[in-house]
């Protein structure tokens, strides 16, 4: 006997087609990309073309200009402007590129180092993981903010202190993560069968261990942008990260806190751009570890 | 043990003599303190002679070495801003206020960390775990530094319930202390609620639920207790992020503690008072990294090297 079910051919403008792709579109974290596109990518790429007014060039006769809703405020300058005259949005579309050139710089630099540290400890084991591994003992207890205080004290902000000072603290992170996960897939037997089979040491940790550790990096990462970000701005902030007067959007924080009594939106905005931009950082690096790498879920 | 606690000491030191090596060499590196003390139109022989006086005629390591025994005896030369008080003095006499400041916020963030953490896990998948899965998120996006002058816009400037800054009385507290201990109640909450979470599904658990005692005793005294562990040792993290904290923290509030000195000392090149600052919280961090690892051995006896 035949049992034949009655199939539908979904046609394309189907209910049914729809609600799949509204479910397939829902997978992905949409709000927090829109954001990240919105306040961080596009305006890094092009602040030049999409921002009204000069980031650095103030106009002193229309200094602290409310935002355009309030009262006082025109259409001119959207979200007001600062002590300075300036455009508030045009210098946080500006500090858009900073965030990100520094965030990239820092993740590529400490990621490079402590994956390449990482694998070395974990396949090699003996005394190069007992060496790295102290390294990172005492990267870990490096306070950060006070070596960025004293090596600002001493040679005054620049772009390059900021990269350093987080740098130093961060790549030990990804050591010990890429360390843990390598001890664990160097006993299963597709790396003895790569040595058995006469691999050197060098090619199986770029081949057979490196792209199996390459999905928790990434989730990392992008757990890290946030965390990057907000120390950037934290050190910019106390006058220890970038310096003046580049539109960063810790410094604009900084600029409005005297001002908070009379002009609140000279450190709000700032303040709301890194708040939005490390929240979707976070949301996405949460969406990508559930996709990439479960096991770490319950972290 | 000994052997675990020597070689945690030991690990101790060399970080300490790490952090002394970079604010030995940053003092070197910012320029010749002769420029900053003689008058442009001074005399090779009085350059040489105010060398000598300083020391720095002799070699590196010996100059090293002299500044690793003033600043045991806590000498790190006097204040340039602050005329004529010695930087160490300084800091003695900012720290109780950062002290102050610190104690309170930690105590507002156990206050809701815990509480949220534990229930979050005993009510898993319910609106405790929710609102803590935001306030989570929200510890880890909002830059604490905004954060405090949100803070003050609204509860100050619009509501005018607390002052705007500087230290006084019991209000004067608040926000700072709130500020400083919203760093910590994210990370906080999250581990209570992980190990939490581990220790619900032990056997003693089960078992002192099936000798009938009841639920709330299980959980906050039974569960918690084991579950206190974990977090125990992210006190050493704290206990740098308060570090780290209170310097922004202070800054937002102008709260005069050591904070604010430091941030105050770097705005006007004052390094004789960074160094101190930055040896005395480096001690302290390192100290207090070291006091949790001994402890954690000593409560999880299967920590060993």
Known sequence: MEITAPVRKPSWYSPSVIANIGREVRRYPLIPLAILLLILIIPAFFAQNISPHHPTRGQFSERLTPPAWQEGGSSKYLLGTDKQGRDMLSRIFHGAKYVLIVSLTVIAVSGVIGVSLGLIAGYFGGRADMFIMRGVDIALSIPAILLALAIVASRGPSFGTVIFVICVILWSRYARQVRGEVLSIKNQDFISRAQVAGSSSFRIIIRHVFPNVVNSIVVLATLQVGFVILLESSLSFLGAGIPRPTPAWGLMVADGRELVVTAWWVSFFPGIAISLVVLSLNLMGDWLRDRLDPKQRNL | ?305
């Open chain 2, 1 to 305: 043990m000994q052997r675990f606690i020597i070689i945690r000491c030991f690990y101790a030191l060399v970080v300490l003599f790490i952090v002394s090596i970079i604010v030995f060499a940053l003092a070197r590196i910012s320029g010749n303190p002769v420029d900053v003390f003689l008058p442009f139109d001074a005399t090779d022989a009085q350059q040489e002679a105010l060398e000598r006086d300083l020391g720095l005629d002799q070699p590196l390591p010996i100059q090293y070495l002299k500044f690793v025994g003033n600043a045991l005896r806590g000498d790190f030369g006097d204040s340039i801003k602050w005329d004529g008080q010695s930087a160490m003095g300084l800091v003695g006499q900012r720290f109780p206020a950062t002290m102050q400041l610190a104690g309170i916020a930690m105590g507002i963030s156990l206050l809701i960390a815990v509480p949220i953490g534990v229930l979050s896990a005993v009510k898993k998948d319910s609106v405790f775990d929710y609102i803590g899965k935001i306030i989570a998120l929200a510890g880890q996006s909002l830059p604490p530094f905004w954060l405090g002058i949100v803070l003050i816009f609204i509860f100050a400037v619009q509501y005018d319930l607390f002052p705007t800054s500087g230290r006084g009385g019991g209000k004067n507290l608040i926000l700072p202390a709130i500020t400083l201990g919203w760093f910590q109640v994210a990370a906080m909450m999250r581990l209570v609620r992980s190990s939490m979470l581990e220790v619900l599904d032990t056997e003693y658990v089960k078992l002192a639920r099936i000798k009938g005692i009841v639920e709330w005793k299980v959980i906050w005294k039974h569960a918690l207790r084991n579950a206190s562990i974990p977090p125990l040792t992210f006190f050493g993290i704290v206990a740098g992020q308060l570090m780290t904290g209170a310097v922004i923290t202070e800054s937002v509030f102008t709260w005069p503690g050591t904070g604010l000195l430091a941030v105050d000392a770097i705005r006007s090149r004052d390094y004789p008072v960074v160094q101190a600052v930055v040896i005395s919280f480096a001690g302290i961090y390192i100290l207090s990294n070291l006091i949790v690892d001994i402890l954690y051995a000593y409560l999880d006896p299967r920590i060993r090297y």
